[in-house]
């Protein structure tokens, strides 16, 4: 296994209470160290600050006590060093598929014809030949998503973070999305942050599945995946996957009764 | 009867629309043609077609229309040069809000045409003093507007822009300002609209030439049938303006409707 790329040390976030009211601990200082080039998923039930511990990563929330080192130097703020991905469609409405794609490269003061040579080459990785002059609001949500991914991708990250990018699509879009992200992974080994409440996802998708507990949020398990690669959606249908499925899900359930209030 | 929120064909919406218009005309002249009203307060449609015939063809009045029309898109563009990057930097910058949004919210409260022997004291009853009119009653509207819709921004698309490496200018540049184009250009459109109800103001006092002083000119003569003229050719112009305006941000802003 190659170096540490990601260190999480000893990060916690506090949200100040509303209206007088008592502070939320999100995060409890939490420890986290990501090899290069692993795909890791974070899954948790809503609430238990995977999110939050995700935008830290990327430098849109401020941790209230520790800090993220990437490749040795601390995180201050966002940068194009760590791609993001959201659950939300943030294409800009604005801009064709193409110079969504192009966006951080253009940013970057990259020369035209290098950026469309890049643009070309993620295009066709996410299998959107021929939409490149569509805007946006012409795509359904699954190609909108894929777009996402090839404009962080396009920009050449460090890491790749992804904000639950799935959540919105329907069930068999999303199987058909996490394997063209796996396929992408399994060629450029990008190291990989994804964040999920989906368990079939998290152990289809990682080589190691973080496990968080709800309120506050903090690490329960760090549980290694060896299926081999590549992986066939069929996979999850083998006892391996199962039994690895049923693991995560007497863990998770024990987090989403407490969450809420079930005992 | 038809459902709510039910969608009408463009064929039966544009019988609808003139229909409409017809049932106003005939209420019209029903009234004083039938005798109803008295020929000195209002004019029938007929007199009114004849009174507006002679003053396009005898009194230049096509001179007052054009007049008008360039004091207005005057007093207008000025007051959208100023006010659209004002309004900007106000959305954008939370200081720069929390510095102008107070004084602007007080004067956009200010009533335009209450400035008008104001602002004859300043700028006499010259171009100058129209396009102030005009000016005053359009620019902290469109700077407060501007300021929201940019202050309304979608977080993410701002976010997502810095994790793809934009710097807090370009974030300005390339997300704020072309995510709220359209509804800027949708609020250029709304003002506009009030900006001329400003100009006739301006022009019922101290003036000699524009739409505006024809009406006070044709009050003192009784001549309602100009009158009326005057003020459906405003309504006309407002009505083309709003066409061509809708048009150019289609046009704009392909993406939005896409």
């Given at each position: 296994m190659t170096g540490t790329i990601l260190q999480i040390d000893s990060v916690?976030?506090?949200?100040?209470?509303?209206?007088?009211?008592?502070?939320?601990?999100?995060?409890?200082?939490t420890n986290l160290?990501?090899?290069?080039?692993?795909f890791i998923t974070i899954l948790g039930p809503s609430g238990c600050g995977k999110s939050t511990l995700l935008r830290i990563v990327a430098g849109l929330d401020r941790p209230s006590g520790g800090r993220v080192l990437l490749n040795g130097r601390e995180i201050k703020g966002p940068g194009a060093d760590r791609g993001m991905v959201f659950q939300s469609y943030t294409l800009f409405p604005w801009l064709t598929i193409a110079e969504n794609i192009a966006y951080g490269l253009r940013e970057k003061g990259m020369p035209k014809a290098q950026r469309q040579?890049?643009?070309?080459?993620?295009?066709?990785?996410?299998?959107?030949?021929?939409?490149?002059?569509?805007?946006?609001?012409?795509?359904?949500?699954?190609?909108?998503q894929r777009t996402a991914i090839a404009r962080a991708l396009a920009n050449d990250p460090e890491i790749l973070l992804l904000d639950e990018p799935f959540g919105a699509l329907d069930n068999q879009t999303r199987g058909l999305m996490q394997e063209l992200l796996l396929g992408i992974w399994e060629r450029e080994r990008k190291t990989v942050l994804f964040v999920t409440?989906?368990?079939?996802?998290?152990?289809?998708?990682?080589?190691?599945?973080?496990?968080?507990?709800?309120?506050?949020?903090?690490?329960?398990?760090?549980?290694?995946?060896?299926?081999p690669h590549p992986r066939h959606y069929t996979m999850k249908t083998t006892p391996e996957f199962s039994s690895l499925k049923a693991q995560l899900t007497e863990e998770i359930r024990v987090e989403a009764m407490q969450a809420e209030g079930v005992h | 009867m038809p459902r709510p929120l039910d969608p009408v064909s463009q064929g039966t919406r544009v019988t609808l629309g003139?229909?409409?218009?017809?049932?106003?005309?005939?209420?019209?002249?029903?009234?004083?043609?039938?005798?109803f009203v008295s020929r000195t307060f209002l004019a029938d449609p007929i007199t009114m077609v004849q009174d507006g015939w002679l003053l396009l063809t005898r009194f230049g009045f096509l001179g007052d229309i054009g007049i008008t029309v360039w004091r207005v898109v005057g007093g207008f563009v000025l007051a959208a040069l100023v006010a659209v990057p004002l309004g900007i930097m106000m959305g954008a910058y939370k200081s720069f809000e929390a510095f102008l949004e107070p004084f602007v919210s007080f004067a956009r409260y200010l009533p335009a045409s209450a400035f008008v022997p104001l602002l004859i004291l300043w700028a006499g009853?010259?171009?100058?003093?129209?396009?102030?009119?005009?000016?005053?009653g359009s620019v902290f509207q469109i700077i407060l507007m501007v300021a929201v819709a940019v202050g309304n921004t979608r977080r993410d698309l701002v976010e997502?822009?810095?994790?793809?490496g934009s710097s807090d200018q370009g974030v300005v540049k390339r997300v704020l300002i072309p995510a709220n184009a359209p509804e800027i250009a949708e609020i250029l459109r709304l003002v506009l609209g009030w900006a001329w109800t400003y100009v006739i103001v301006a022009e019922l006092i101290g003036s000699s030439s524009g739409i505006g002083h024809m009406i006070i000119d044709s009050q003192a003569l009784l001549a309602t049938g100009q009158m009326i003229f005057g003020i459906i050719v405003i309504g006309v112009i407002g009505l083309i303006s709003d066409f061509l305006f809708k048009a150019l941000n289609r046009s704009l802003f392909?993406?939005?409707?896409a």
């Open positions: 916690s976030r506090v949200f100040p209470g509303v209206r007088g009211g008592a502070p939320v601990r999100a995060l409890e200082p160290q990501v090899a290069q080039n692993d040579e890049i643009v070309a080459s993620y295009t066709e990785k996410v299998g959107l030949l021929g939409f490149e002059n569509h805007y946006p609001k012409q795509l359904s949500g699954g190609m909108q409440h989906d368990i079939e996802e998290a152990i289809f998708l990682a080589s190691r599945v973080i496990v968080m507990s709800a309120r506050p949020g903090r690490i329960k398990a760090d549980i290694p995946v060896d299926l | 003139v229909s409409f218009f017809i049932l106003f005309l005939a209420a019209w002249a029903f009234a004083t043609l039938g005798g009853i010259g171009e100058m003093q129209k396009l102030l009119v005009i000016f005053i997502a822009a810095y994790t793809l392909p993406w939005r409707l």
